[in-house]
């Protein structure tokens, strides 16, 4: 069946750092591809999707490109801020999966100061 | 424009209670989810209902696990008995078609269960 598999956290990086998260995936069609956040205290909210091979999603000066042929989803940002600490959701949605969104395990950033 | 609203944000019980978990979604959205968030993992799909009737509930523990979405409006999820392995947050987010895989899905803040 689909599944999601991103990096494990937590990632600690200093304000202004680079960030990468990795995500691949797995799917027997052509999925739909999002990044979701969580926000301490806050429900899940969506960050940016692609909706096919080479699209790039961007959102808050973050990016992710659906990269078909391998399979990845990676969300990178130039310069964190402290405000971005959250934890990520790599997640898919399929057609042969009924449409249903299968989420990775979350990755945890801390951003400090 | 108001967001998913769930009610309690909260809750702790004792194995074999029941507990029931209340959802409203943003106005107009006919697709209505609960998924079970248990710590460390991400949101796995418990129920989706498109508008009152159930289009996905394979991964309801339908022993224990029972849900209901009257008027095609707001939701409750009900579990009964309770098992400690079912301490999680419980997650209602809504979308207005839900059946495309590129709707954006509304999440709520979450119910956090405890079941001692």
């Known amino acids: 069946g689909d599944s999601v598999t991103q990096m494990e956290g937590p990632v600690t990086l200093s304000e202004e750092a680079c960030l990468t998260i990795n995500c691949t995936y797995t799917a027997t069609g052509y999925p739909s591809l999002f990044w979701y956040v969580q926000y301490p205290g806050e429900g899940l909210q969506l960050l940016l999707k692609a909706t096919k091979a080479d699209d790039k999603g961007s959102n808050k000066g973050f990016e992710a490109t659906y990269r078909k042929e391998t399979t990845s989803f990676h969300l990178e940002k130039g310069s964190v801020q402290v405000s971005d600490s959250a934890v990520y959701f790599c997640a898919l949605s399929d057609l042969s999966g009924g449409f249903k969104t299968i989420f990775g395990a979350g990755t945890r950033l801390f951003v400090k100061a | 424009e108001a967001g998913v609203a769930q009610s309690p944000r909260y809750k702790i019980i004792e194995k074999r209670q029941s507990v029931a978990f209340w959802c409203n979604p943003i106005s107009g959205h006919a697709t209505l989810y609960w998924y079970q968030q248990i710590l460390g993992q991400g949101p796995k799909l418990l129920i989706q209902?498109?508008?009152?009737?159930?289009?996905?509930d394979s991964q309801l523990p339908k022993d224990r696990f029972s849900a209901e979405r009257l008027k095609g409006v707001d939701s409750t999820l009900k579990i009964q008995p309770a098992k400690l392995e079912d301490s999680a947050v419980y997650l209602c987010a809504s979308n207005q078609l839900g059946l495309a895989a590129t709707d954006t899905q509304y999440f709520g803040p979450g119910t956090r269960l405890t079941v001692l």
């Open positions: 209902f498109q508008n009152n009737g159930v289009v996905d």
